[in-house]
């Protein structure tokens, strides 16, 4: 039980079929701010949520933080 907690909180932003892939993920942020439609915030979360994952783990560790990677997620 406490495992798929986990793994929910470490996938929290994927989807299928995966969205479409820019260059750069600026251009979801950029589009997101002219049509104001959350896909395009979805979208970049689901192409850079391992970047964020390894920046969290790294902060939960270095601050003895266990439990609370959601929290800061």
Known sequence: ?????????LYLY???PAPP??????EYIALYCAENDDKYLNWFFYYYEPRL????????????????????K
């Open 53 to 72: 994952n390894t920046v969290i783990m790294q902060t939960v560790q270095e601050n003895a933080m266990q439990g609370h990677f959601a929290d800061l």
């Open 1 to 9: 039980m406490k495992n798929e907690k986990w793994t929910e909180d």
């Open 21 to 26: 892939k820019k260059d750069d993920f600026q």
């Open 14 to 16: 994927r989807m299928k």
